[in-house]
């Protein structure tokens, strides 16, 4: 919005020229992300506790869990909040490319919501179905899927870190594999948020990092030179990323242990989401494995977990996602999660070592 409306008056005043830079527009988004956070979060908290949207725990969880009860629920509303009104200030609402990250995230903020709603309201831990929240999360991913694979500018290329010439022609392959891509991430991230701070700390990390892809991946010069696969107006991605990275760290302030407030569904299925988008937009899908090495690892503790339970009769950890069985071993909670974000700090460094790789 602020870009639309002061950007074509640099003809006559100089000063506005600097709404073209990419990367004015990003750090201000940042800004505007932190400041909506810190403006409406205390607000936002003090709403869901006089709602009674407090979180119900788990009984068959670690005890330690048991004092969180009551804490308030569905703080994601916050981080979305943080997230579309800076990318609508600072962003080029005319770039389809914003639009679909938005929708993702704005979706699967809503089907989080609905989720969340559900478990507060009937007081358990069940909220929508398994089969439910996986039906919308396909259905929408599978729409923005559709409406890439039908643009002509948008290539269905496989990019592969470490490899310059294998890059696969996936054609129609690409809608189940963004669909994937997309319902993996929030589905990952979402199986992440269950101790104080733990999701959203590697969420800001893994969106400064595809901040940076974006940014290159949008740059016609810098794309060639590091051989990042050049996609025409993913630049403004960055401006997304940015608010991502922004939201993150206000939401953190008050989702630090421990935590005044949580981001329930609404919050980790639209952050998962987004990252998923970003990463299918700027073709780096694969890095996302690297870089989202964390959600990896919780997700596949759980799909581990239970088929080992169910195959073998013998469970694998002492409880599912991994970070409850280091909880169960004794580790202090914020002892792992600190650990959790080094680790996803590590990742970035390697995922971003790519670029000099291919």
Same mark, same amino acid.
């Given at each position: 919005?602020?870009?639309? @409306?002061?950007?074509?008056?640099?003809?006559?005043? *100089?000063?506005?020229?600097?709404?073209?830079?990419?990367?004015?527009?990003?750090?201000? %988004?940042?800004?505007?992300?932190?400041? /909506?956070?810190?403006?409406?979060?205390?607000?936002?908290?003090?709403?869901? +506790? #006089?709602?009674?949207?407090?979180?119900?725990?788990?009984? &068959?969880?670690?005890?330690?869990?048991?004092?969180?009860?009551?804490?308030?629920?569905?703080?994601? /509303?916050? @981080?979305?909040?943080?997230?579309?009104?800076?990318?609508?200030?600072?962003? &080029?609402?005319?770039?389809?490319?914003?639009?679909?990250?938005?929708?993702?995230?704005?979706?699967?903020?809503?089907?989080?919501? @609905?989720? &969340?709603?559900?478990?507060?309201? +009937?007081?358990?831990?069940? #909220?929508?179905?398994?089969?439910?929240?996986?039906?919308?999360?396909?259905?929408?991913?599978?729409?923005?899927?559709?409406?890439?694979?039908?643009?002509?500018?948008?290539?269905?290329?496989?990019?592969?870190? $470490?490899?310059?010439?294998?890059?696969?022609?996936?054609?129609?392959?690409?809608?189940?594999?963004?669909?994937? !891509?997309?319902?993996?991430?929030?589905? %990952? !991230?979402?199986?992440?948020?269950?101790? =104080?701070?733990? %999701?959203?700390?590697?969420?800001?990390?893994?969106?400064?990092?595809?901040?940076?892809?974006?940014?290159? %991946? #949008?740059?016609?010069?810098?794309?060639?030179?590091?051989? /990042?696969? *050049?996609?025409?107006?993913?630049?403004?991605?960055?401006?997304?990323?940015?608010?991502?990275?922004?939201?993150?760290?206000?939401?953190?302030?008050?989702?630090?242990?421990?935590? +005044?407030?949580?981001?329930? =569904?609404?919050?980790?299925?639209?952050?998962?989401?987004?990252? #998923?988008? @970003?990463?299918?937009?700027?073709?780096?899908?694969?890095?996302?494995?690297?870089?989202?090495?964390?959600?990896?690892?919780?997700?596949?503790?759980?799909?581990?977990?239970?088929?080992?339970?169910?195959?073998?009769?013998?469970?694998?950890?002492?409880?599912?996602?991994?970070?409850?069985?280091? +909880?169960?071993?004794?580790?202090?909670?914020?002892?792992?999660? /600190?650990? $959790?974000?080094?680790?996803?700090?590590?990742?970035?460094? !390697?995922?971003?070592?790519?670029?000099?790789?291919?």
């Amino acid at each position: 919005m602020l870009y639309h @409306i002061f950007y074509p008056l640099a003809s006559d005043i *100089r000063l506005f020229n600097i709404f073209k830079y990419l990367t004015f527009r990003t750090i201000y %988004a940042m800004i505007t992300a932190l400041a /909506v956070s810190f403006i409406l979060g205390p607000w936002i908290i003090r709403k869901l +506790e #006089g709602l009674q949207a407090r979180q119900i725990i788990r009984t &068959d969880g670690p005890e330690s869990h048991l004092q969180k009860q009551g804490t308030p629920t569905m703080g994601g /509303v916050m @981080i979305l909040a943080a997230i579309v009104i800076p990318t609508l200030l600072w962003s &080029d609402l005319s770039n389809h490319y914003v639009w679909v990250v938005l929708f993702i995230t704005l979706g699967y903020g809503v089907i989080g919501f @609905i989720d &969340d709603y559900r478990k507060v309201t +009937e007081k358990n831990t069940k #909220g929508l179905s398994a089969r439910q929240k996986m039906f919308w999360q396909v259905f929408l991913a599978g729409a923005a899927a559709v409406f890439l694979f039908l643009k002509p500018e948008f290539n269905e290329l496989l990019y592969v870190p $470490f490899f310059k010439k294998f890059h696969p022609d996936l054609w129609i392959l690409f809608i189940p594999f963004a669909v994937i !891509v997309i319902v993996g991430a929030s589905n %990952a !991230v979402n199986l992440t948020d269950g101790l =104080d701070g733990l %999701a959203i700390g590697p969420v800001a990390i893994n969106a400064a990092t595809y901040m940076l892809f974006s940014y290159i %991946a #949008g740059h016609a010069a810098l794309s060639a030179y590091l051989q /990042v696969p *050049r996609v025409p107006g993913a630049g403004e991605l960055a401006i997304i990323c940015g608010s991502m990275v922004g939201a993150g760290l206000g939401f953190l302030w008050y989702n630090s242990y421990p935590a +005044e407030v949580f981001m329930g =569904d609404v919050g980790s299925l639209s952050l998962g989401g987004a990252l #998923g988008t @970003i990463a299918v937009l700027t073709k780096q899908e694969i890095l996302l494995v690297i870089v989202g090495g964390v959600f990896v690892i919780e997700a596949l503790s759980v799909i581990f977990q239970v088929g080992s339970y169910k195959y073998r009769g013998k469970r694998i950890f002492r409880m599912a996602p991994i970070h409850h069985h280091f +909880e169960l071993k004794g580790v202090a909670e914020p002892k792992i999660i /600190v650990r $959790f974000w080094i680790i996803t700090i590590i990742l970035a460094l !390697v995922a971003i070592s790519t670029l000099k790789m291919r």
